[in-house]
């Protein structure tokens, strides 16, 4: 159990129980936090201004802007773990909650899949287990039923509808189960009999929309080949967000309460009700200007009154929301004032009203429709040609049409593809408080291969950039500070992609062609660099006190390729309604292929030797004489050079024959 | 959970509830407000005089009715909210959305 591992097997220099360690590291961390921002300004300061070299300028400021991205990221991790929060034993479970266990499956193997099962219905606290298989499989419900475990499957209602993936699958079973309490576990994380035991009693407060416990895998292989475990992510980064009442969910190995889920999803309903009648004004809005700009003179006369009333008809409505009107009273005044309006055009033009309504109505309702989630088509939209007198139909028609579609509450949200993480901060925003409990209670199942490993980790990427872009932490209402700077800093660490790339080129550029970003590799500039880098590697050791984190560190670099695709997917997605992209790769386990998934990294790992036997090799020959930056390249190089062989060696990993 | 569904008009009925609206029964009642619009019932007035208590997935489940009935271009309306109800409408903003009514004539009225 790791919430009692830190002190005792220590040697005893000082006399301190574990809670003096504890309470001694957090007050460290919150020194070194602040020293290492300090440190950094002091460097960077120095950097902006006195030493970039501008013969050399867009290596300069490239360079430059990565080491600000790096500063930020240190800055949002500092304050995210500023307020390390460690719980420690959980409050006693109160006995005669009403409980579900769900677990969800898609194509996963029946036995894998009974093995969790099993457990689950063995959970000590009494509780019913649910399998949601959303593969429809029967030999899944077969099992179930063996097992004693209640099945369930899509309802009729989801045909034809999108299915939302995992998070429709969950919503469908909040609607057919009763529980109030529901533990989630993905069909490869099997629970330990006292997880509930262990996790209910922090509902005794009843503000607790959830407890998350942390995800650990029994089949990672020793060394980590595929960077599976995140022991830095699930201990100092969740106890960190925590301390600020932002612990993530993270869809599998929570406890979540049903009545917070609920209240969220008609919260949420009613900010989206609201977003699409503000929509749908401002379409209004530009519909009309576009028509009147386009009026001739003979149609003025008539028509041009009109068009002036719709304009006035929008600006009450948009006042008629600030003041908080209901939706009802501001639509339905809305449309009637549009009707009056529509009225004012004599009846000699309704026959051609008629004409370009039909070619409207088609083809624009699901247009306008899609507008709602893609900005691209809604500036098409507005830009398109239409006669003023269909313009007037067409505001006409965008109310009704934009929310009468809207009318679904959803309790699991659906903008990410990590509903997880997207349904957590819309319950902190809405004032619910979450529970970060630091203790193995589950045993899961990571991927065996590097492309599942890499398609996994192009997920969590994408549909955290999917969030950004959709629900920016720091425009949502309701969250705190602090626990918007938790949710940002997870989601800036996803761009790390492209300054990544700056890193890595940097000395490749110097040993080979002589550029360098600064002017000089000056004494000034070790002094100021040196004692900042240090205090990061501190920082960052006091913060891990005895959890691997080598192999993380390596992937977060060594992935730089996957961390772009993700943003430039998930942003042409957001933007664009475009596909998000998966990695595409034979499936079969061959240790050649995969050499395929990290070309980009290959390529990387050439031009860095090259690099250096160039770099060295000028020097050797007495054809430079810049001793010092050579080798502070060399050294660069080569640290990038460990870092990026991960990947290579997850390629090539061949897992031990079964016995 | 009592569910009764009195005609009151052509296109209108009048839903009485009884007992506790909560998640024990959500999915009754959402289920019972589809198949009353379906029936051809477009605009349903809910009486909630005799609604005990309301929670979140209760209202959920009057939001399924809104959006059968919208769908079917008519509308749904709360009549005689009670205290605890008219909290939860006011805690999760539905207020904006499902407006109450005084009592069922003038819900049945209204627009």
């Given amino acids: 159990m790791r919430v009692v591992s830190t002190a005792p097997t220590r040697q005893r220099l000082i006399d301190w129980g574990q809670e003096e360690w504890a309470a001694f590291r957090r007050g460290l961390i919150k020194i070194l936090v602040v020293t290492n921002l300090v440190l950094g300004a002091y460097y960077l300061l120095w950097r902006g201004t006195a030493s970039l070299n501008w013969d050399a ?73 649910y399998l949601l298989d959303d593969g429809d499989n029967p030999a899944m419900r077969a099992m179930a039923c063996e097992e004693g475990c209640g099945y369930i499957t899509r309802s009729a209602v989801w045909k034809g509808f999108d299915r939302h993936a995992k998070a429709g699958n969950l919503m469908n079973a909040l609607e057919q189960t009763t529980g109030d309490f529901i533990l989630i576990l993905d069909a490869d994380q099997v629970p330990l009999p006292q997880i509930l035991d262990r996790t209910l009693g922090y509902f005794n407060d009843p503000r607790v929309a959830f407890v998350q416990t942390p995800q650990y895998f029994i089949n990672v292989p020793p060394g980590d080949p595929f960077g599976s475990q995140a022991p830095l992510f699930y201990g100092p980064i969740q106890q960190g967000k925590d301390g600020w009442n932002a612990a993530f ?8 309460r049903r009545e917070a889920l609920a209240r969220t999803g008609i919260h949420f309903f009613v900010r989206d009700v609201e977003r699409r009648i503000r929509r749908a004004l401002r379409e209004a809005d530009t519909v009309i200007r576009r028509a009147q700009r386009k009026l001739m003179r003979t149609e003025r006369q008539q028509i041009a009154p009109a068009l002036r009333a719709l304009c006035r008809a929008v600006s009450d409505a948009r006042r008629e929301l600030d003041r908080g009107d209901t939706f009802q009273e501001v639509t339905e005044r809305f449309q009637r004032r549009v009707e009056e309006a529509a009225r004012m055009v004599v009846a000699a033009d309704l026959q051609q009203i ?18 709602l989630h893609d900005e691209a088509v809604l500036a098409e939209l507005a ?7 269909a313009a007037i139909e067409t505001v006409r028609q965008l109310v009704p049409l934009l929310v009468n579609e809207a009318m679904d509450y959803l309790p699991i949200s659906t903008i990410s593809v990590t509903e997880d993480m997207s349904t957590s901060m819309r319950l902190h925003a ?42 920016n932490p720091l425009l949502l ?14 989601m800036w660490s996803y761009f790390s992609g492209v300054p990544t790339v700056i890193y890595l080129i940097a000395p490749v550029l110097f040993l080979m062609f002589g550029l360098l970003p600064v002017n000089a590799l000056s004494a000034e500039f ?18 891990s006190w005895g959890r691997p984190t080598w192999r993380g560190q390596q992937y977060s670099l060594a992935l730089f390729p996957l961390w772009i695709k993700a943003v430039v997917t998930a942003a042409a997605n957001v933007w664009f309604g475009k596909k998000l992209g998966f990695i595409v790769t034979p499936k079969t386990r061959q240790a050649g292929r995969y050499l395929g998934l990290v070309r980009w990294q290959l390529l990387m790992m050439v031009l860095l030797t090259v690099a250096i036997g160039v770099g060295l090799s000028q020097l050797a020959l007495g054809w430079r004489s810049d001793g010092m930056p050579v080798l502070v390249n060399v050294f660069w190089a080569v640290y990038d050079l460990i870092m990026l062989s991960v990947v290579i060696d997850a390629a090539l990993y061949q897992p031990p024959e079964e016995q | 959970m009592e569910i009764t569904i009195n005609p009151a008009g052509e296109q209108a009925a009048v839903v009485q509830l009884r007992g506790r609206l909560d998640l024990l029964v959500a999915s009754e009642v959402k289920q019972r407000l589809a198949k009353a619009v379906q ?33 079917a271009g008519g509308d749904l309306r709360l009549a005689s909210v009670g205290a605890q109800a008219m909290a939860m409408l006011e805690l999760t903003t539905l207020n904006r959305v499902l407006r109450p009514y005084p009592n069922v004539a003038e819900a049945l009225q209204a627009g």
């Avoid at chain 1, 008629?354 to 507008?371: H, K, V, Y």
């Fill in chain 1, 526 to 543: 070790f002094w100021r660099l040196t004692p900042y880098l240090l205090v990061n590697q501190l920082l960052f050791a006091v913060i």
């Fill in chain 1, 249 to 256: 969910f993270c869809g599998s190995n929570a406890v979540l």
């Fill in chain 2, 39 to 71: 029936e051809g019932f477009r605009l349903l007035v809910i009486d909630m005089s005799d609604v005990s208590f309301v929670d979140s997935s209760g209202l959920g489940a009057l939001i399924g009715g809104l959006k059968a009935a919208r769908m």
């Fill in chain 1, 354 to 371: 008629m004409s370009d309504l039909a070619e409207i109505q088609a083809a624009e309702a699901a247009e306008i429709m899609r507008s």
């Fill in chain 1, 57 to 129: 300028w867009l290596f300069a400021l490239a360079l430059f802007a990565a080491e600000l991205y790096s500063y930020i990221s240190s800055f949002l991790f500092g304050v995210t773990v500023f307020r390390l929060r460690e719980r420690g034993e959980p409050p006693p479970a109160p006995a005669g909650l009403r409980v579900d266990v769900y677990i969800t499956c898609y194509n996963e193997p029946v036995e894998l899949v009974r093995k969790t099962v099993r457990a689950a219905v063995a959970i000590r606290y009494p509780h019913q287990t």
């Fill in chain 1, 430 to 471: 809405t004032g619910w408080r979450s529970v970060y409990h630091d203790e193995i209670l589950a045993h899961g199942l990571a991927p065996e291969d590097l492309r599942s490993a890499l398609q996994q980790r192009l997920r969590w990427a994408q549909g955290t950039i999917q969030v950004f872009l959709r629900e």
């Fill in chain 1, 383 to 389: 830009r398109r040609d239409r006669s003023p007198l």
């Fill in chain 1, 477 to 490: 209402p309701g969250l705190s500070i602090g626990q918007r700077i938790a949710y940002l800093d997870t």
